[in-house]
């Protein structure tokens, strides 16, 4: 079955470290995405990727970091300047129409990793 | 400033009534609507994409209305069944965002 998996489920932090995330997704999609949910709030973007090697900012960049070196591929790295990293990351993919705009297309999600610090 | 509102307070209805969640938005101009659901600690799912030149989309026991006028979308799940418990996500698609920007969710309690 095609799906998106993210790994580790749990993952903890300690102060000055820098974590790598985990998205792997087999649907042959060309859009990837990385958001960060906190309670009660609704999803924000971090990071999106249309195509292989190339990457944009999202919403709330500052603190993080992303790779595309494959279409299946789009790690996560949480680094020592987010200063606030506790939270739900969920990565998403999805098709993209001619235009190259994802907005119009389902996204599908991996099952997240919650972030802790230690 | 740009916002989507969907109500923070929990929804709590009885089994076999209808439930219709609502999704406004301020200074959007969305192309595209979609709803999703989630259930607790999983990502969410989605369920129906609606265009702004649609003003009704339905699958099986759900319906969603878009109203450009009113800036909003209604999201009715009929015969809710306690299966249906969880929340559920509104999200736009704008022109020149290549993303989906996403509200903060409605918890919905269907009670046997």
């Known amino acids: 079955d095609g799906g998106i998996t993210q790994s580790p489920k749990y993952l903890f932090r300690k102060e000055g470290q820098n974590v790598t995330l985990s998205c792997e997704q087999n649907?042959?999609?060309?859009?990837m995405y990385w958001y960060r949910q906190d309670p009660g709030q609704g999803l924000r973007l971090i990071y999106y990727?249309?195509?292989?090697?190339?990457?944009q900012k999202g919403d709330i960049a500052e603190g993080y970091s992303v790779s595309r070196e494959k279409k299946e591929s789009f790690p996560l790295t949480v680094t020592s300047a987010q200063k606030n990293p506790t939270a739900f990351y969920l990565c998403?993919?999805?098709?993209?129409?001619?235009?190259?705009?994802?907005?119009?297309?389902?996204?599908?999600f991996g099952d997240g990793t919650r972030l802790s610090i230690l | 400033s740009q916002k989507i509102e969907q109500n923070s307070e929990a929804l709590n209805i009885q089994e076999g009534k209808t439930a219709t969640l609502t999704c406004n938005y301020t200074?959007?101009?969305?192309?595209?609507l979609q709803w999703y659901r989630q259930d607790p600690g999983r990502g969410p799912v989605f369920l129906l994409l609606?265009?702004?030149?649609?003003k009704e989309k339905r699958k099986e026991r759900l319906k969603v209305t878009f109203d450009t006028t009113l800036k909003q979308s209604l999201f009715h799940i009929t015969a809710s069944q306690p299966a249906d418990s969880a929340t559920y996500l509104c999200?736009?698609?704008?022109?020149?965002?290549?993303?989906?920007?996403f509200g903060s969710g409605t918890r919905l309690q269907v009670q046997p």
């Open positions: 998403a993919s999805s098709t993209q129409t001619r235009g190259g705009s994802g907005r119009n297309q389902p996204q599908h």
């Open positions: 990727s249309q195509i292989v090697n190339d990457f």
């Open positions: 609606i265009r702004e030149n649609e």
């Open positions: 200074n959007y101009s969305p192309a595209y």
């Open positions: 999200a736009l698609g704008v022109a020149g965002r290549r993303a989906l920007t």
């Open positions: 649907l042959n999609h060309d859009a």
